[in-house]
């Protein structure tokens, strides 16, 4: 039941107003009774007494009072029951929006692991569907069970005070309702976790097919993808099937049980009329308010149906809620602030993943201003190392140093703030290309996004575009091609005026002339002092650089500058020889 305290600690602000809807609402079903009430006393002296027209007569007002009564408590009860619903909507709201908020500041703030842990549907299916049964269990389950609860209890009371014989013949029922729903809750359960997880496996094939709606066309795997996608909506449907059995299977006898109430009562209440323990208005009263007793047991599956989907979801809702990143600032952190010049230092990091070392023992120091490009083949670790400089990853043994310090030791904000970073995977928000560029940064002047755009490249396209800088790109992009997209992200890192700029393989899908622009900007064109690291292929990029680091599975396999790599033998001179077209050369020559 840890899940119904979590709502409680989490429902603070909102607790006085839910405590004054339970109290409303217990209120509320109380009065049902009243209109019974006064039916009765109406009909056993104005209807059914044998001095009824003398009654009618000499007691007018009692007649008056007892028909203002019944619709006074009535008008009472409708208004309670307004501010009820009132209170409950604002506190279900109010709780679900602090909810809601943590949670995304928690998915915000975890560390890159957790997006590889956790898939975006599943995640979104936390933030939406599983918040929304939260929010019914605390503004219909709790409030259904709480008033279902009091209008069976009201109405028992009431109906021991008028007589405890045909009370008790009435609550002969409940013992059947509730071992039957017991029995139910059981099994509703597991069905309800199994569509919970179906619903995820749905919403995730259902985002995952949309955001990659380019590849399915390019394969033309369209029916692959539908068939794929009927499948989870078949699972989806089947477990909906099977927790709905469930309760089916139940149902029936409930609803037979709540049926009978009637049958009882006109055996037994008909029984005791005769023996003059019931009066004909009594008898009217209790007939009148048995659905007060046999609603709420009708109702009771419902509840322990909804009860099990809340348990489900909030579960999930719960794993994400108290889910702490690893990477966070340390308490001696210290604020370096205006202090960072750029100076990045890797002192024998070893990194790994899981048990797979990623990286073993790499060291090398890039002083402040510096430009250093990272060669290498595929997956041999150029990416894992850069992730270490703005700490998406710790590593395992050895130091990051940033001016000196190790990284652990900064504050993640000041770090992170202070390095700009080109993805390889180049994400753009479906905005405008002036808000991508300045990226939450709403006070970036104007004159200083278009300088950001014309040092990586991109003010040639963008003035092209319809409607220059105001024009909005699609989601992710959508709408310029794969180098365009590089120079909107490049712009978009150089824009924070960083103190180290990493650029992950971000001109390889532009063209030369392209390249050799950015090149001059970067070596020249900045008006602010920064290190580069770059990730690169060409051996255009780095013939400039200061320093040429080469990574083979994870370790440092060669160092230093481009003519004085070119002079070894190892991967730097194969790759110039061969973009530089040496090889080719000879080979055509022996052939000829
Ligand atoms: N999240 C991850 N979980 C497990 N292994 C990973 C993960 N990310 C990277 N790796 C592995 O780490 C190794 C290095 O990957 P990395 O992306 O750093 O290489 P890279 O040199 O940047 O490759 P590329 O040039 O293709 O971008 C690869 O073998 C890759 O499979």
Redesign the pocket.
């Known amino acids: 039941m840890f899940q119904l305290k979590w709502l409680w600690v989490n429902m603070k602000e909102s607790r006085a107003a839910y405590i004054a809807a339970l109290v409303l609402s217990i209120a509320c079903n109380g009065l049902y009774i009243t209109a019974p009430y006064f039916q009765s006393r109406i009909i056993d002296t104005f209807i059914s007494n044998e001095n009824a027209a003398a009654n009618l007569r000499d007691h007018r007002d009692l007649l008056i009072w007892l028909i203002a009564g019944m619709i006074g408590f009535t008008f009472l009860r409708t208004c309670m029951q307004y501010a009820c619903n009132m209170y409950y909507e604002k506190a279900s709201q109010g709780m679900v929006y602090k909810i809601r908020t943590h949670l995304f500041r928690k998915i915000e703030n975890q560390d890159?692991?957790f997006y590889?842990r956790y898939r975006t549907g599943d995640l979104m299916t936390r933030l939406t569907g599983d918040l929304d049964m939260v929010r019914h269990m605390v503004s219909w389950v709790i409030k259904g069970c709480v008033e279902s609860i009091a209008l069976f209890l009201a109405s028992m009371i009431y109906f021991f005070t008028i007589d405890w014989r045909t009370a008790l013949c009435i609550l002969a029922m409940t013992p059947v309702i509730f071992f039957v729903t017991r029995l139910f809750s059981r099994h509703a359960g597991p069905a309800y976790r199994k569509v919970r997880e179906t619903s995820s496996a749905l919403n995730t094939a259902a985002q995952e097919n949309i955001s990659g709606n380019r590849v399915v066309k390019a394969f033309a795997k369209e029916d692959y993808e539908i068939e794929k996608f009927r499948m989870r909506d078949e699972e989806y449907r089947s477990s909906n099937i099977k927790a709905a059995m469930v309760w089916l299977k139940y149902h029936p006898i409930i609803d037979v049980a709540a049926g009978a109430l009637s049958v009882i009562l006109l055996l037994c209440g008909g029984y005791f009329m005769i023996q003059q323990h019931l009066t004909m208005g009594q008898y009217v009263a209790i007939s009148g308010l048995l659905w007060a007793v046999s609603n709420p047991m009708r109702n009771m599956g419902n509840y322990v149906n909804d009860f099990h989907r809340f348990m489900a979801s909030a579960s999930k809702v719960i794993e994400i809620y108290y889910e702490a990143p690893r990477i966070v600032d340390r308490v001696d952190a210290e604020d370096t602030e205006e202090k960072l010049r750029g100076e990045v230092e890797f002192k024998n990091v070893t990194f790994s993943?899981?048990d797979?070392k990623?990286l073993d023992n790499i060291s090398f120091h890039i002083k402040p201003g510096e430009t250093v490009v990272i060669m290498?083949?595929?997956?041999?670790?150029?990416?894992?190392?850069i992730?270490l400089i703005p700490r998406f990853f710790d590593c395992d043994k050895g130091e990051v140093l940033v001016d000196g310090l190790n990284v652990r030791m900064h504050k993640l904000h000041t770090l992170r703030s202070s390095i700009g970073i080109a993805t390889?995977d180049v994400l753009l928000y479906s905005d405008t290309i002036d808000s991508n560029i300045a990226y939450g940064d709403s006070e970036l002047e104007e004159e200083y996004v278009r300088r950001c755009a014309e040092l990586a490249a991109a003010s040639d396209f963008i003035e092209k575009l319809p409607m220059k800088y105001d024009t909005i790109v699609g989601e992710r992009g959508v709408g310029l091609s794969g180098g365009q997209k590089q120079r909107i992200s490049l712009a978009r890192a150089i824009a924070i005026k960083p103190k180290v700029l990493i650029l992950?393989?971000t001109t390889s899908a532009v063209d030369m002339e392209t390249e050799h622009y950015i090149q001059q900007s970067l070596g020249g064109g900045l008006d602010f002092e920064c290190t580069k690291i770059i990730?690169a292929?060409r051996i255009s990029s780095s013939k400039n650089a200061d320093k040429i680091i080469i990574?083979q599975d994870?370790k440092i396999a060669d160092m230093g500058t481009h003519d004085e790599l070119i002079r070894r033998e190892g991967y730097y001179k194969q790759i110039y020889e061969l973009q530089s077209g040496i090889n080719c050369k000879a080979e055509s020559g022996v052939g000829a």
């Open positions: 890159m692991d590889d993943i899981g797979k990623i290498g083949e595929t997956g041999s670790g150029k990416t894992s190392l992730n390889q992950d393989d990730i292929q990574l994870g």
